[in-house]
């Protein structure tokens, strides 16, 4: 079990203070507040890893435009051109 964890539970179940764990745990006090707020209002679950990765992308191209830009390639390959930016401008 991950060491934030058992310094949570540790704190939960009364075994241990905040500034207790976080020494013997080597975590920060102020990080062990946030576990323990995520603990409260999530469960167990709270103390799991959360993904840092954004759920949009808001400079991302758009499918259609993607399979327009593919279509592009395609048809100049089979052209005999380079596919590239300059050949497929439409």
Known sequence: MH????AVYAIVHGTMT??????HYEVSRQHLHRLLARYHAEGPTGLDPKPRTPNTHPHAIADEIRARIIELR????NQGLDAGPESAQV
């Open 3 to 6: 060491a934030h964890k058992l």
């Open 18 to 23: 905040v500034s207790e764990a976080a020494r």
């Open 74 to 77: 395609h048809h100049l390959t």
